[in-house]
């Protein structure tokens, strides 16, 4: 004979497991790139992914200070996430909104995003301290790895812009 569960002490353990309630909602506005380059003989394109605490591949972003525009953001950003001084910065790709919780706060995030060449030395990466990892992948790979969503879209956009644009 097969015993019945007891729904009460499921639902205790349920109930005892949730997080406290949301206090606050945060809105925070970011800015980054997809960062390409030619490479090689063959002139490979390649996008430059981070790894970030999470082992979760993704583009360098990070927030905006106040008196920075979007575009000058990125510039930063880029810098200080990946060493490469050098750049042209082109299109504005779009925007991605996305939320987490942060303790007992609702975060909103708006990442501005733009089509980025590096210029220079590309191989002489300088990731910060917080990162997993950081490389150059083929194009194809390189949207294969990023695990968000819309900014592998952000991605795809940016590559049509360099095939159309000649880059």
Known sequence: MMKRPKPIKGFRQLVQRRRPAINEVVREATSGGVIFR??????????LLVQDAKNRWTIPKGHIEPGESAKQTARREIQEETGIEQM???????????RYRRQQSLVLITMQVFLVEALGDTDKLKPEEWMN????????EAVDKIEYEDIGKLVLLGLTKIRQNKL
């Open 88 to 98: 042209k910065i082109y299109n504005w790709l779009g925007k991605v909104n996305f």
């Open 38 to 47: 030619r490479h090689g003989e063959k002139r490979e394109l390649q996008i």
């Open 133 to 140: 990892g950081i490389a150059w992948f083929a194009a194809a």
